[in-house]
């Protein structure tokens, strides 16, 4: 993509942004905070700095007293209630990403205390054997246990999160102690996360949230490419189905750019290319039969989402960009966070800790 195609992609999810604010998935669709994220951090690579501090303006309005997000909302309503940790952690992840892009530690300062009870909140959530609870929500009981996108996706919100308060001179050793058992559960405790495997997020998103690295890493990628990725299309939304989509092809670039895996990363984001509109924007995916594709017909579902464009501008923002903000997802400007050892050493102290906030 050139510079004149990210920017063309950044103005056709302006056009989708409300006065207040709010970046909802499409014109007249509904709004969830995990992916308003997403598309605010597009506009940030695109130079559109006053959209998207506009947009965490609308986040921090919305954020409810304890810190939690809804689901969903529409024209300024709540649409879905339930209360999902991951959807709720991913402010961090912006606002760090917005700081960098900017250097506004104003902006930072002010947008703190928005991320610090987002972390909290979640966290509160977590299990004693690392897992983050998906779903919040204590009128819920069906569905109840964690989920390993939703894991990963929350430690990369709380290092990011533990990037800022370093920054701002807080120091939250809690945050430390939690992103370090999540850490262990997403690598080494798969049985303690329900069954999502035929979803290629649960595929790379240990990776993509910066958690397996070296030899594990490309081995999850190895294990399962032939079952998600077409060749010449892109990557599949789940295993059993012939539907790639742009955002789970770019989040895979993404993913293959943190480990090193430049090449497949370069085809993949090539590949995804053909769901490009004419406005810059981008189709969600495409079904297909066994390896061809058709214009005609083929488009599924037959929307641009405000996400899916601002995934393909964070994968070339990865790939191609030099800015401060292209090696998020590599991990870089982001605290390594505590070994094993320094887990255990620890551990009483950050216990006190958290008693005390909760006092």
């Given at each position: ?317 990865a790939l191609g960009g030099s800015g401060p903000t292209a090696g998020l997802f590599r991990g870089e400007g982001l605290p390594a966070g505590l070994t094993a050892d320094e887990l ?16």
């Amino acid at each position: 993509m050139s510079a004149e195609q990210v920017a063309e992609t950044c103005e056709a999810i302006v056009q989708v942004q409300r006065p207040d604010g709010e970046i909802p998935w499409s014109e007249g669709n509904h709004t969830d905070p995990w992916n308003m994220v997403e598309a605010a951090m597009a506009l940030d690579v695109g130079n559109r700095f006053a959209e998207a501090e506009h947009a965490y303006e609308w986040l921090a309005k919305t954020q409810r007293g304890d810190g939690a997000f809804h689901a969903y909302y529409q024209d300024g309503h709540v649409k879905e209630h339930w209360l999902d940790t991951n959807v709720t952690t991913y402010v961090a992840v912006g606002v760090w990403h917005h700081y960098r892009c900017t250097g506004d530690t104003a902006f930072l300062d002010r947008f703190f205390p928005m991320v610090e009870r987002a972390i909290d909140f979640a966290l509160a959530h977590q299990h004693p054997t690392g897992e983050v609870e998906w779903d919040a929500d204590p009128e819920r009981t069906d569905g109840k246990g964690a989920l390993l996108t939703g894991s990963s996706s929350i430690y990369k919100s709380v290092r990011c999160a533990i990037a800022c308060a370093e920054r701002l001179g807080h120091e939250r050793p809690d945050w430390e102690l939690s992103v370090g058992l999540l850490a262990i559960a997403v690598a080494h405790r798969p049985e303690r996360f329900l069954d999502k495997a035929r979803w290629a997020m649960d595929w790379y998103y240990p990776i993509l949230g910066g958690i397996l690295r070296g030899d594990a890493a490309h081995a999850r990628v190895a294990a399962r490419w032939d079952e998600f990725v077409v060749e010449g299309l892109g990557v599949r939304c789940v295993a059993d189905q012939p539907w790639v989509t742009a955002a789970e092809t770019c989040e895979a670039v993404l993913a293959l750019d943190a480990i090193g895996a430049h090449e497949r990363a370069h085809q993949l984001f090539e590949w995804v290319q053909f769901l490009r509109a004419p406005n810059g924007a981008y189709w969600t995916g495409a079904n297909f039969e066994g390896e061809r594709w058709d214009l005609e017909g083929e488009l599924y579902p037959v929307e641009q989402p405000t996400w899916n464009s601002a995934a393909v501008v964070l994968a070339c923002n990865a790939l191609g960009g030099s800015g401060p903000t292209a090696g998020l997802f590599r991990g870089e400007g982001l605290p390594a966070g505590l070994t094993a050892d320094e887990l255990i050493d620890a551990g009483v102290k950050i216990e006190a800790e958290r008693a005390r906030r909760l006092r």
